[in-house]
């Protein structure tokens, strides 16, 4: 599911922003909006175009943590295990997520780069414990069969065969 990279596309993302050093952050984001991650492969062509050397726009990629460097899935889910949520029983979420897709703390993403699973410690909605987020959206008071409905639900959008 992970998309070739396209020389075009990076053309067309730079050409729609100023090509100036300031517009960086703002073209690795459609970048990243486009493929769900940030391809090795743009750091030469956008070095050139906007003027910056590719070890500073390495560094801003690495600075912040939205960007990734690895191609994630087409699913992001955070799974929040901060206090609030842990003492509400997150870990059997996680858990459940986990065996359903097959993934595990080393392998976050699906071989096919539809789900990535992670962890936070504060999604900042504690009064909603236990808390998850799908792509930014929250999904609050979670259940291990919650859990199972949900990724059964993302796995049809995906065109999954579920059973
Ligand atoms: S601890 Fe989970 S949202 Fe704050």
Redesign the pocket.
């Given at each position: 599911m992970t998309q070739e990279f396209n020389p075009q596309v990076l053309d067309d993302i730079i050409s729609a922003h100023q090509c100036n050093p300031s517009a960086v952050i703002a073209i690795l984001q459609d970048i990243q909006e486009r493929y769900h991650y940030i391809p090795r492969e743009i750091f030469q062509p956008l070095s050139r175009r906007v003027g910056l050397s590719e070890a500073r726009i390495y560094a801003v990629v690495t600075f912040y943590e939205n960007f990734s460097l690895e191609p994630k899935g087409r699913f992001i889910v955070k799974v929040?295990?901060?206090?609030?949520?842990?003492v509400r029983k997150?870990t059997p979420i996680l858990e459940r997520l986990r065996k359903e897709l097959a993934l595990s703390p080393e392998k976050v993403t699906t071989d096919d780069q539809g789900f990535t699973v992670e962890t936070v410690?504060?999604?900042?909605?504690?009064g909603?414990?236990?808390?998850l987020t799908v792509n930014d959206k929250v999904y609050p008071a979670m259940t291990p069969d919650k859990v199972s409905e949900l990724v059964e639900s993302l796995k049809k959008e995906l065109g999954y065969a579920t059973h």
């Open positions: 929040c295990d901060g206090t609030a949520c842990h997150s410690s504060c999604l900042g909605a504690c909603l414990a236990p808390v």
